[in-house]
């Protein structure tokens, strides 16, 4: 074990590790139930779903740990699901077949621009101060995830405003908060694991931590009903359906874009704000992307990992699977090496039989420790020039826009329209890489085809 993840070399243990990958399974738990609950209104088996999910984030963060040797984990991405339901399925009027036939194709173009090394270009072009923007950003939108679940903004008068403290899982989330603090200065192991945990017991006699309604089906029902949506893009309602009608060809191109674009720039932004600043993707990784062929560096090899789960998700029958921002919450708590996937992964296997108990974690329990990472994190804004009014312009924008847009890319994408803004006002556009520029636009036309459809 020591051999193969080079814990050692790593600066990591085992027990390490194995805290790490518990701490991220906890974070991002909450998708076992929540996404077969969403697909399942496109028309899906709440059930296939349900393995669909698990089989995806078992097998895409396998081999992101066995093979990059990094601590991320994968599952079916939330946004991206919501995309598939309400925008493809709803307002588009595509069967659910059809749409994960969309997905099955993004994930081959992703396969596309990550073995001829595009994606791994596109990081390499993004300028050091936005690349610490983007760090600090993700900061700042792991801890407004954490707040939007547990409810502590209310949005019921219109306006964002703190909402009433009359309800247990505000006080619960404020325990726990108060508690992994405690633990963190305190520099004790294990802090934010501990808080989960604590935090999901003391739930239960508060009425907080219950088990899930949504669950409606036993695993051996639900292995019955895979059947109806593994491999269904390979029949006539799935592929040869999408690809049937000429008139309709248009629309499928721009909505397989849409799906590529915001998962090729969460996975970026991903990278880049949590590996950074950890050394989990150093310069020295960054350098061997150049001068070794191949998929040889840890970047390589976990852009690849991220981009072929997409496409086996599909088969299985979920939406998009990527790279969880809730990886975060795992790599504070130290993990630094792929056995913290692995943990991650054999923990999503044991909740195919366990759904009922790994759903009971609830918000309030987990939103804590995304919080507490999300300050960590925000620690890469002081390498920022501030006082520069051109660097500090889309800086901003980068590191604001994905809490304010609940988006990494449209962040990512806010950055760099700004970067180009700045850089013509200056007259130094020569200095804005052609890749930026390549993907500035890919943004705005992606901003305007999502407006017409």
């Known amino acids: 074990m020591e051999k193969f993840f080079q814990l050692k070399e790593n600066g990591t243990t085992a027990g390490r590790e194995v805290v790490a990958g518990l701490t991220t399974f906890f974070a991002m738990a909450y998708i076992v139930a929540v996404n077969p609950s969403l697909l399942s209104s496109a028309g899906m088996e709440w059930g296939a779903v349900f393995?669909?999910?698990?089989?995806?984030?078992?097998?895409?963060?396998?081999?992101?740990?066995?093979?990059?040797?990094?601590?991320?984990?994968?599952?079916?991405?939330?946004?991206?699901?919501?995309?598939?339901?309400?925008?493809?399925?709803?307002?588009?009027?595509?069967?659910?077949?059809?749409?994960?036939?969309?997905?099955?194709?993004?994930?081959?173009?992703?396969?596309?621009?990550?073995?001829?090394?595009?994606?791994?270009?596109?990081?390499?072009?993004?300028?050091?101060?936005?690349?610490?923007?983007?760090?600090?950003?993700?900061?700042?939108?792991?801890?407004?995830?954490?707040?939007?679940n547990v409810g502590l903004i209310s949005f019921d008068s219109g306006v964002p405003a703190l909402a009433t403290l009359n309800r247990p899982a505000f006080w619960l989330f404020l325990i726990g908060l108060a508690l992994t603090i405690i633990l963190q200065v305190c520099k004790v192991k294990g802090a934010i694991l501990i808080g989960i945990?604590?935090?999901?017991?003391?739930?239960?006699?508060?009425?907080?931590?219950?088990?899930?309604?949504?669950?409606?089906?036993?695993?051996?029902?639900?292995?019955?009903?895979?059947?109806?949506?593994?491999?269904?893009?390979?029949?006539?309602a799935g592929l040869p359906s999408l690809f049937s009608d000429v008139s309709k060809l248009p629309l499928v191109l721009v909505t397989i874009f849409s799906f590529s674009l915001s998962d090729t720039f969460d996975t970026i932004g991903t990278f880049i704000g949590t590996g950074r600043r950890t050394g989990i993707f150093s310069e020295e990784d960054e350098k061997s992307m150049e001068t070794t062929p191949g998929f040889k560096s840890?970047?390589?090899?976990?852009?690849?990992?991220?981009?072929?789960?997409?496409?086996?998700?599909?088969?299985?029958?979920?939406?998009?699977?990527?790279?969880?921002?809730?990886?975060?919450?795992?790599?504070?708590?130290?993990?630094?090496?792929?056995?913290?996937?692995?943990?991650?992964?054999?923990?999503?296997?044991?909740?195919?039989?366990?759904?009922?108990?790994?759903?009971?974690?609830?918000?309030?329990?987990?939103?804590?420790?995304?919080?507490?990472?999300?300050?960590?994190?925000?620690?890469?804004?002081?390498?920022?020039?501030?006082?520069?009014?051109?660097?500090?312009?889309?800086?901003?924008?980068?590191?604001?826009?994905?809490?304010?847009?609940?988006?990494?890319?449209?962040?990512i994408a806010a950055g760099f329209i700004f970067y180009c803004i700045t850089k013509i006002c200056q007259k130094k556009a020569k200095e804005v890489h052609p890749i930026l520029w390549v993907a500035t636009v890919l943004f705005l036309l992606n901003f305007i085809l999502l407006a017409i459809i």
Do not use: H
């Open 298 to 411: 840890k970047m390589d090899k976990a852009l690849f990992a991220d981009a072929t789960a997409t496409s086996i998700g599909a088969i299985f029958g979920t939406s998009n699977t990527t790279t969880y921002i809730e990886s975060a919450a795992g790599i504070g708590a130290g993990g630094r090496t792929g056995l913290t996937s692995v943990v991650v992964a054999i923990c999503f296997a044991i909740s195919a039989f366990l759904a009922t108990f790994v759903s009971a974690i609830p918000y309030a329990a987990t939103a804590p420790a995304l919080v507490i990472v999300g300050i960590m994190m925000m620690s890469s804004f002081r390498d920022i020039q501030w006082d520069d009014f051109n660097e500090a312009v889309p800086a901003f924008f980068a590191g604001v826009f994905m809490a304010y847009c609940y988006s990494i890319s449209y962040g």
């Open 197 to 236: 945990v604590f935090t999901t017991l003391l739930g239960i006699p508060m009425g907080v931590t219950v088990t899930s309604e949504t669950e409606t089906v036993s695993f051996l029902e639900a292995c019955k009903q895979l059947p109806s949506t593994f491999g269904v893009i390979f029949t006539g």
């Open 51 to 148: 393995l669909a999910t698990i089989i995806s984030a078992v097998v895409g963060t396998l081999v992101m740990g066995l093979v990059a040797n990094v601590p991320y984990a994968l599952a079916p991405g939330m946004g991206l699901n919501a995309f598939f339901v309400y925008t493809v399925c709803g307002a588009l009027g595509f069967t659910w077949q059809q749409a994960l036939s969309m997905v099955f194709v993004c994930g081959l173009f992703n396969i596309l621009i990550t073995v001829t090394k595009i994606r791994k270009y596109i990081i390499k072009a993004i300028p050091r101060s936005l690349q610490n923007a983007i760090g600090g950003g993700i900061g700042i939108y792991v801890a407004y995830i954490g707040i939007l």
